[in-house]
């Protein structure tokens, strides 16, 4: 395709609706297509990226291949393109301003005053261009995050304004709004949206589509009614009904023919519909199983709906292609202890140990590690789920007593986990951990290997600890191996306990990796043990 073709996603009435999953569908429609699409959310905070927010601030931190912090939304672009995202793909505020500082203090506008026009959104428009005029891809969605009429998000609103201008056909813009029930008078109410839009056609956008978030199939009626007061076609307001899981919305929106009045617009053909096979496979997988497999989730974020996302979902493709419904129990190991472990965990066919940062909730994961060793029950512990392993074993097995994580106690006697020696003089802590995708070569007959059959892979980081090769001949005499490495720096990067049915600790996110068409192979090979447990 000659041109690349932009589009960006605005949200109004409230957040939280779904921009991310509706972005991610629609660009999977263009991809069934045939057309390369990519995904990009602008984030409006002042934070440089997501990386040191806190998870009850902002969910889950995503890691892009290149090492790259980003928003959590990127996990659903990944998940349902199977395309990975870099730096490119997520940008804040912070990033934005940081990069015309820099220029300015380089003398880069050669003395000129600096001001959010045009120098701010010049910069914002250079980087929704960059995927396209870069990387080449057909379609660039870019979605803009928080509710039109935040103060934040408005230089972001006024590069749309402009590139909308610049860029004709070629650009588009996706409204998606909330349309409320009010159970009083029994009816929805279309008045928000149309103060939405009027509120973004005040700042200069029209929106070419309309996109009805809403819990129920709204009437034909009033699809009308919002297409006439908001200078919208009847065949561009399209709504998005709750449907029982995420992956039917490209469905819901292409039995709607978004994607055709999308093409429309810009001037392509629009061909026939395409079937979409692979994903509809997967759905079906999903509706029709039965039976399910119990699987507990052990960290200190459980109450967070958004902490591990991307958990969540590998756990839920995992269990579809084997056949079975998930039934994810949220564990707080804060509230887990030696004298209650058996209580909390009975059932459980399968343990996550979950990824984290700091001491709060730890001494719960060695008691569930523990009690998961002990019973031998299948058990997948990620990045410090893995960490909290090795210290369990450490303590219990090798009777180091008092081993632990210099993260945790840096006078402990028994380092098994130690600072990375490229962190001990990082003092910066945005973007400054082992970031990325990373080799790892795996031991022939390890149940990683099993997993992914092949020797070499490549999976991504986020950490600053790592184990202690000083300790490894211990662990692999009394039991637990270390399967896993990378083949640059030796950092062991995989341990498993081989007598066991399925133990399995991995120092990277294979979360990151998980995909619709393409599940992760551990998530599958730890699921699939799981439901050979509980048979």
């Not at 969605?141 to 408005?154: K, Y």
């Not at 009437?219 to 029982?244: H, W």
């Not at 469905?251 to 509809?280: C, F, H, S, Y």
């Amino acid at each position: 395709m000659a041109d690349t073709k932009y589009i960006f996603v605005t949200g109004g009435v409230v957040s939280s609706l779904g921009k991310g999953i509706i972005s991610a569908s629609l660009g999977k429609l263009l991809q069934a297509r045939g057309y390369s699409v990519t995904i990009q959310k602008f984030d409006p905070y002042i934070n440089v990226d997501p990386g040191t927010l806190n998870p009850y601030e902002h969910g889950e931190c995503y890691v892009t291949i290149d090492g790259h912090e980003a928003d959590l939304d990127l996990g659903h672009y990944e998940r349902f393109l199977n395309v990975p995202t870099t730096r490119a793909n997520n940008i804040t505020t912070g990033r934005i301003y940081q990069s015309v500082i820099e220029k300015e203090r380089k003398g880069d506008y050669l003395g000129k005053t600096v001001q959010v026009v045009p120098h701010i959104t010049d910069e914002i428009k250079r980087n929704v261009k960059l995927l396209g005029s870069k990387y080449k891809f057909d379609f660039v969605i870019t979605e803009i995050g928080g509710t039109v009429g935040d103060i934040e998000s408005l230089p972001f609103i006024e590069s749309v304004r402009q590139l909308k201008w610049e860029l004709g056909k070629n650009c588009i813009c996706v409204h998606l709004t909330y349309v409320p029930y009010i159970a009083a008078a029994k009816e929805y109410k279309t008045k928000p949206t149309q103060h939405s839009v009027k509120q973004l056609q005040e700042l200069g956008i029209q929106p070419d589509i309309l996109v009805l978030r809403t819990e129920r199939k709204l009437s034909t009626e009033l699809l009308r009614k919002v297409a006439l007061f908001c200078n919208v076609a009847e065949e561009a307001v399209v709504q998005s009904v709750d449907v029982p899981t995420i992956y039917e919305v490209p469905l819901v929106l292409q039995q709607q023919k978004m994607d055709e009045t999308v093409l429309r617009k810009m001037g392509l053909e629009v061909g026939p519909t395409p079937e979409m096979i692979a994903w509809n496979e997967f759905l079906q997988k999903k509706i029709s199983a039965t039976e399910t497999v119990k699987i507990g989730l052990v960290g200190k974020y459980v109450e967070l709906q958004d902490a591990y996302k991307s958990i969540d979902e590998s756990l839920l493709q995992a269990a579809t292609y084997n056949d079975r419904i998930l039934e994810l129990h949220m564990l707080h190991s804060e509230k887990i202890t030696d004298a209650n472990v058996a209580e909390q965990l009975r059932g459980m066919d399968g343990l996550v140990i979950a990824p984290g940062f700091g001491q709060r909730g730890i001494d719960g994961k060695f008691a569930a590690i523990r009690y998961a060793r002990e019973n031998n029950i299948p058990t997948l512990g990620i990045c410090l789920g893995m960490q909290c392993m090795v210290i369990e074993f450490a303590r219990n097995v090798l009777g180091l007593e008092n081993a632990n994580s210099t993260e945790m106690d840096v006078k402990t006697p028994y380092k098994v986990i130690d600072l990375m020696e490229e962190q001990k003089n990082v003092t910066n802590m945005g973007g400054s951990m082992r970031l990325g995708a990373y080799d790892c070569n795996l031991k022939k007959g390890s149940k990683a290997y099993k997993a992914y059959k092949k020797e070499s892979i490549q999976e991504r980081h986020r950490h600053r600890f790592e184990f202690n090769s000083e300790y490894r001949d211990q662990f692999e005499a009394a039991g637990m191996k270390c399967t896993g490495e990378n083949p640059d720096t030796n950092l062991v990067e995989v341990v498993e306990i081989p007598e066991l049915n399925w133990f399995v600790g991995v120092q990277f996110h294979p979360e990151y990796s998980s995909t619709v068409v393409s599940p992760n192979p551990l998530f599958v090979s730890f699921v699939k043990a799981a439901i050979d447990n509980k048979k």
